[in-house]
């Protein structure tokens, strides 16, 4: 399994970090999880092509995570893939339809299939998916592929959300801040660090990092460490990583 961040900067710019999107590829399938702003544009740098990504599986429903749905339905369409599948958490047919309403020229212009999801179990481009509910501002999903990879969505850190991750070759957890932001719905190092002591991952990498933690990053892994002694590193757009299966 191959694992691309394609943007791993949040709804604040910085100027090298797009908003969230993960490419996860196995055995020629592909799947794109979350489409933020920059992700059409990362798709194609990434050599993978927005032709070729007919499925998006979103996390929740805030603009940094859905931000290019429809430019990517347009790309798709213009390039003559005229095929979407867009799943998501409950609500997201409301969304699309809601988008493609504002844009009404792109009503029936590509074969659109929403589908929604709950915690649990299920199957969505090949892959097998669990599916649990994070603490964010909005409700949000994170998922897990089987022992391989996990993605936090946006959210606070919780026990639960470590039990889910706990196991897995790699997780991306949402580290937005600093320790000295105050901020709820989000993570900060040392909540983080702390939920995730003791813990079995073999890799975590930190993404949605607003341009508060731009030249702190040695900080934010140190307070992590104070409490978890595991392997750490900051995700960077268009960074690949390679997961073995059973690893
Ligand atoms: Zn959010
Ligand atoms: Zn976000």
């Excluded at 191959?2 to 399938?29: C, K, W, Y």
């Excluded at 897995?168 to 932001?181: K, Y």
């Amino acid at each position: 399994m191959h694992v691309t961040f394609l943007g791993t900067g949040s709804a604040m710019p910085t100027g090298e970090r797009f908003q969230t999107g993960i490419l996860v590829q196995n055995d020629g399938r592909q799947l794109l999880i979350d489409c933020g702003s920059g992700v059409l544009h990362r798709l194609q740098q990434s050599g993978v092509g927005y032709e070729n990504v007919s499925t998006v599986l979103l996390t929740h429903h805030h603009l940094d995570h859905v931000a290019d749905l429809l430019p990517l339905m347009k790309a798709r369409w213009l390039a003559g893939e005229e095929h979407l599948e867009v799943v998501g958490p409950q609500g997201t047919k409301g969304l699309l339809d809601d988008l493609l309403s504002v844009h009404e020229y792109m009503q029936g212009k590509i074969d659109l299939q929403v589908r929604e999801v709950v915690p649990g179990e299920f199957t969505v481009a090949g892959f097998d998916v669990s599916a649990y509910e994070t603490r964010h501002s909005l409700p949000c999903l994170a998922y897990r592929f089987d022992d391989r990879f996990v993605f936090s969505g946006d959210s606070e850190a919780f026990a639960g959300l470590a039990n889910f991750a706990e196991g897995a070759a790699i997780l991306a957890h949402d580290c937005s801040f600093p320790d000295d932001v105050d901020v709820s719905n989000h993570p900060t190092p040392e909540t983080l660090g702390r939920e995730l002591a003791g813990r079995e991952i073999g890799r975590v990498y930190l993404t949605h990092l607003y341009p508060h933690t731009d030249g702190r990053h040695e900080e934010m892994l140190e307070s992590i460490g104070r409490q978890y002694d595991g392997d750490v590193r900051f995700a960077e757009d268009l960074k690949t990583i390679s997961i073995d299966q059973g690893s």
